[in-house]
Every structure is written in C-alpha cells, then in structure tokens.
C-alpha cells in the first residue's frame, strides 16, 4: 500500500455565495454560505460537507470490516450532525453519528459492535479532526431481535 495519497478539487466561483465544486470523472456540486451566514437556501455548503465526510467514512470503514468476514448485511443508515460553537471562532466541536445496522438473524451482535469500534477507530476523516466524533450505533437482526 502506498504511504500517500492524494486528492484533488477545482472551485468555480459562479457569483454572489455560490460556486460549484469539480473532481474530474466525478458529478459536481453546487456550494454555497449556508443560509445562517446569509448563503441561499437549496445548496450544499462546506459545513454539510466536513460533516457528511466523517458520516460517510465511518460508514465506507464499516463496510470494509463488513465484507471483509462476509457479514450479512440488510440495512445501513446513519445520521450524523456537527456542532459548532463560537469560542474564540467559530469552529466544530463534536460531530455525533447515529446509527442503524440490520443485520442478518445468524449473524452476531457482537461482532458487529466491534466492527463499529474499528470503523471509528480507523475511520480516515474522523482521525483527522481534533475533536469528538461520538458514535451511537443501534444494531438489530433481520427478525427485529
């Protein structure tokens, strides 16, 4: 495995708050101030963004472990919410991730929790903040138990 890597993005200012984000091959994104900064309603903005980062790669860390030992899984969502607060700036100061796992009926929840505790623990994104990520994960099998 190679020891870095590198990502890249292109921002095009379009006027006014907005802009659009490019990654070649990949859809664009419009951006924008998010509305409490006086940004229009209706775009992404990079607080959405940084926070839909950590929630996607805990998921895409998750699912590596997942596959890995052939786990049956039904269902996977997530919903994550960033905090920020004005202490000298303004800045993130906990994101929280609420998740819901369904699994197969024979697999074990207890693997699946430790699947969990590795995706936080490995999780690129989240290791690249200097605050909490807190995770809350809520694991049921395909029959409700």
Known sequence: MKDI????????????KTGIVEIEN????KISTPPEFGGPEGFWSPEDLFVSSINSCLMTTFLYFIFKNNVELKDYISEAE??????NSLKFTQVKVNI???VGENENIEKIKKFIEL???YCLISNSVNFEVNVYPEIQKENGV
Not at 5 to 16: A, R
Not at 82 to 87: A, F, L, P, S, T
């Open 5 to 16: 890597f590198i990502y890249k993005s292109k921002l095009k200012w379009e006027g006014n």
């Open 100 to 102: 819901k796992i369904k």
């Open 82 to 87: 960033g905090i920020v607060e004005k202490k």
């Open 26 to 29: 990949k859809p664009s994104i």
């Open 119 to 121: 995706a936080e623990k």
